[in-house]
């Protein structure tokens, strides 16, 4: 019964391989976004989408981009993986967006290696 | 620009002791306030949030205050248990997209 939930779990490739990761909710929200958690435990938001539009497009390379098939899922594909995007990366999902104060739901994360 | 930052780093308190976090905040426009706890290799975890109309709110031995004119809020735990231990990000919203910046992150340790 998770609410939100991402896979894989682990990720271990090597740099310059592409490789994608996924992201449903089944909380019935509109909003979903990628964080990315770095070695230092920084938390950085990267995308969000709204009932399928994007929304927050942070400054992060081409390399990175996001999909939202539906409303309930957010998928991220990585092009040409590099060693600096080592890190843990969270789905997170919202009701909506549009009043700046909606409480953001975590998944377990994917732990990516870049070797 | 868009900055949060969090003090202190670490804090090691004993068992039954409290425990106050402190963050600051640079966008006077930020409208809501959560609080996460990240226990090691698991999701950030909502554990209270406070929004701008108040200035404190409490749930059990965790409560929050704001001070706007300040730009600042904190976290405040109360007889501290073990399994209080875990990292503590603050964060503060942005716009009207519900951009949140989050804080550095707090990793508290409680000795039994």
């Known amino acids: 019964d998770t609410a939100v939930s991402q896979t894989p779990k682990y990720l271990v490739t090597q740099m310059g391989n592409d490789k994608s990761i996924k992201c449903e909710q089944n909380?019935?929200?509109?909003?979903m976004y990628w964080y990315k958690q770095d070695s230092k435990k920084f938390l950085k938001i990267m995308f969000s989408?709204?009932?399928?539009?994007?929304?927050i497009n942070e400054t992060v390379p081409n390399r990175f981009s996001p999909k939202s098939p539906d409303k309930a899922h957010l998928n991220l594909h990585i092009n040409s993986l590099e060693l600096g995007d080592s890190a843990v990366y969270f789905c997170?999902?919202?009701?909506?967006?549009?009043?700046?104060?909606?409480?953001?739901?975590f998944g377990p994360g994917t732990r990516l290696l870049v070797l | 620009g868009e900055n949060v930052e969090q003090h202190p780093s670490t804090l090691s308190v004993q068992e039954g002791d409290s425990a106050v976090i402190k963050c600051t905040y640079s966008?006077?426009?930020?409208?809501?306030f959560p609080w996460y706890k990240q226990e090691l290799g698991k999701r950030p975890q909502l554990i209270i949030d406070?929004?701008?109309?108040?200035g404190e709110k409490k749930d059990q031995r965790i409560a929050v205050t704001l001070n706007k004119t300040a730009k600042h809020f904190s976290l405040h735990i109360t007889e501290t248990q073990p399994e209080d231990s875990a990292v503590y990000f603050c964060?503060?919203?942005?716009?009207?997209?519900?951009?949140?910046?989050f804080g550095t992150g707090t990793l508290l340790a409680v000795q039994p």
């Open positions: 997170a999902s919202s009701q909506g967006q549009s009043s700046g104060q909606e409480t953001q739901y």
């Open positions: 909380l019935g929200h509109d909003t």
């Open positions: 989408y709204n009932n399928k539009e994007l929304i």
């Open positions: 966008d006077s426009a930020s409208n809501y």
């Open positions: 406070i929004r701008s109309n108040v």
């Open positions: 964060a503060a919203s942005y716009g009207a997209t519900n951009k949140l910046i």
